[in-house]
């Protein structure tokens, strides 16, 4: 069965730091991932996916996320965090039947 | 605004009471989930319709939930006899077929 993982459910960085949220993924044939985030009381929006090609995909708001097969993961980065970054993050993978399977979330606070 | 609307955003009811959710998709958009998403975790599949097709429910989905898109276009999701554990947001998602899903902003219920 296809699962993500991110295992921190908080991440804390200053603002003009670098952040990273990670995401791990198992899936049995090529993973379909994506990043979506979260603002209090909203829906979620998506920020980028990977389904072929370049390992570093890019996406909105300065966000990219780097695929990494054989240690099956797909974190989320951003070269200089914004207090407005601060939201709930969440990673997914898309089954077969394509509906999303998403990993528990994680929180980024990032300081002024 | 991703262009995917749902009404009401809030619902309030007491237990045992029946409820009905509309969802509004972006117009081209033939796939149209739902996921539950209760506090602190990430959303969870209850259902996909492909146009007016009901093509697969998870079996979170009880026999006290129905959905429909009767036209394949808005869609409904109803709970009867709701209980304390239906309390969540309800989210809905509609993809063409670029893989990301666009999600509304959801509706909030609340059982008492």
Known sequence: ?112 | DTGVSQNPRHKITKRGQNVTFRCDPISEHNRLYWYRQTLGQGPEFLTYFQNEAQLEKSRLLSDRFSAERPKGSFSTLEIQRTEQGDSAMYLCATTDSSYEQYFGPGTRLTVT
Do not use: M
């Open chain 1, 1 to 112: 069965a296809q699962s993500v993982a991110q295992p921190e459910d908080q991440v804390n960085v200053a603002e003009g730091n670098p952040l990273t949220v990670k995401c791990t993924y198992s899936v049995s044939g090529n993973p379909y991932l994506f990043w979506y985030v979260q603002y209090p009381n909203r829906g979620l929006q998506f920020l980028l996916k990977y389904i072929t090609g370049d390992n570093l995909v890019k996406g909105s708001y300065g966000f990219e996320a780097e695929f990494n097969k054989s240690q099956t993961s797909f974190h989320l980065k951003k070269p200089s965090a914004l207090v407005s970054d601060s939201a709930l993050y969440f990673c997914a993978v898309r089954d077969q039947g394509g509906k999303l399977i998403f990993g528990q979330g994680t929180e980024l606070s990032v300081k002024p």
